[in-house]
């Protein structure tokens, strides 16, 4: 059994009913500039889950009434970033930022990552649904088989960003018509190499998956049935996910999804059972996305992001740190920020003026978190087509005017 080493690779969800096998026949990656790398090389480790214990102590300063303007800390909206191009609707994001990114021609040589998040050598990997044919809910808020709405169609991209919004890549990773987005649906886990451009699909689920959280410490995934109600815990290393694919030096055009021998798989459909399951005993907000903290004073730690209808017209939104093995939430707040009007900043130049759209709230859609320059920032991607990614950076705590 060979199992690559924590950080070397990328856990994104697919709820996806298939994986492209190939891109010879598939002709679906396009890079706009190919010479320019997709990931930094070699690829960091897990930001979060490094700096995990900083982060749940920064985080944790943050009350209800810090973040309606009392004493304390409180998170600044400090960057727009404008994506180029269509996104659908954004499902998982991971940031990438450490090591060397640049060209691949060797003359012109690497270009350092900036740490401080000002845009050089930043990546943003960003799995997205394209809907062909839209789902649709049922009247009077019916349930028919199990789901509250109908199929509808679509397939999957992973679509990759620099830090400034500049489009690298978009690869197309299932086939058209494949692409589910309701309850009680089925989906397929795929780990990805984004160097090397390397997809291998790892586990197939009888529902509807998201918030994929990978403890690169214990080599165990967590994933999320819809609205984060159900978590499923997963054994990579127990079960034996072994990488088959072969290098093809970034152009994805090796085997993009291949299986080798996993205790439970079945390549006729059946689909994988997990670990454990576990039911999730808060009713505060719907998880829309989690990240690893990893392991903080002896506990599995992640920080979800999510959403929550209470009545019609009233949405809320929140984060919370929770405990991995039992769903707990340790901390909780509520996190009402929206987009819609955003106001000009000088160190946006490219956003040009005032931009209104549809105000979402911005824990609607993927999240990722790391830190920099010593402070906890946030990173958020609500909106669906033309989308934005919204920085937030946790701020020293402000005494209440007096």
Not at 54 to 60: N, S
């Given at each position: 059994m060979r199992v690559r080493a924590p950080h070397s690779s990328l856990l994104l969800f697919l709820a996806t009913s298939s994986v492209v096998e190939g891109t010879l026949k598939w002709m679906n990656v396009t890079r706009p500039t190919?010479?320019?790398?997709?990931?930094?090389?070699?690829?960091?480790?897990s930001g979060a889950a490094r700096d995990g214990a900083?982060?749940?102590?920064?985080?944790?300063g943050l009350s209800r009434s810090s973040m309606s303007g009392g004493e304390g800390a409180r998170l600044d909206l400090v960057k727009?970033?404008?994506?180029?191009?269509?996104l659908w609707e954004p499902e998982g994001m991971v940031r990438l930022a450490g090591g060397d990114v640049g060209r691949t021609d060797r003359e012109r040589g690497p270009v350092a990552v900036d740490e401080e998040g000002n845009g050089d050598g930043e990546r943003f990997w960003v799995s997205a649904g394209e809907y062909t044919i839209p789902t649709e809910k049922y009247p009077d808020g019916k349930w028919i088989d199990g789901t509250d709405r109908s199929a509808g169609a679509g397939f999957a991209h992973f679509v990759v960003f620099d830090g400034r919004g500049k489009r690298l890549g978009d690869w197309v990773v299932s086939e058209e018509g494949e692409l589910e987005y309701r309850p009680n649906s089925t989906a397929t886990v795929v780990r990805v190499d984004p160097v090397s451009m390397e997809m291998e699909k790892a586990f197939k689920v009888a529902d509807h998956q998201g918030g994929i959280v990978h403890d690169v410490h214990n080599g165990t995934l967590t994933t999320l049935g819809w609205g984060g109600r159900v978590a499923r815990r997963w054994d990579l290393v127990k079960d034996e996910m072994i990488w088959k694919g072969e290098t093809d030096g970034g152009t994805g055009k090796g085997d993009q999804a291949r299986l080798d021998k996993r205790s439970e798989v079945d390549?006729?459909?059946?689909?994988?059972?997990?670990?454990?399951?576990?039911?999730?005993?808060?009713?505060?907000?719907?998880?829309?996305?989690?990240?690893s903290l990893g392991t903080v004073d002896g506990k599995h730690l992640m920080l979800c992001s999510g959403i929550a209808t209470l009545a019609p017209g009233t949405d809320v939104g929140g984060l919370a740190i929770v405990e991995v093995e039992r769903m707990v939430p340790l901390w909780e707040v509520p996190f009402m920020e929206r987009t819609g009007l955003v106001p000009w900043m000088e160190e946006e130049l490219h956003v040009e003026g005032s931009i209104r759209r549809k105000s979402v709230l911005m824990t609607k859609n993927p999240m990722d978190v790391a830190v920099v320059g010593g402070r906890v920032r946030l990173y958020f991607a609500p909106e669906e087509g033309r989308s934005r990614i919204f920085v937030y950076e946790l701020s020293r705590s402000h005494p209440q005017a007096s």
């Open positions: 190919p010479d320019v790398l997709l990931a930094p090389v070699p690829l960091p480790e900083e982060i749940v102590k920064q985080l944790t727009v970033i404008e994506l180029e191009g269509e390549h006729d459909g059946e689909f994988n059972e997990p670990q454990t399951t576990i039911v999730n005993p808060s009713h505060w907000i719907d998880y829309q996305d989690c990240k």
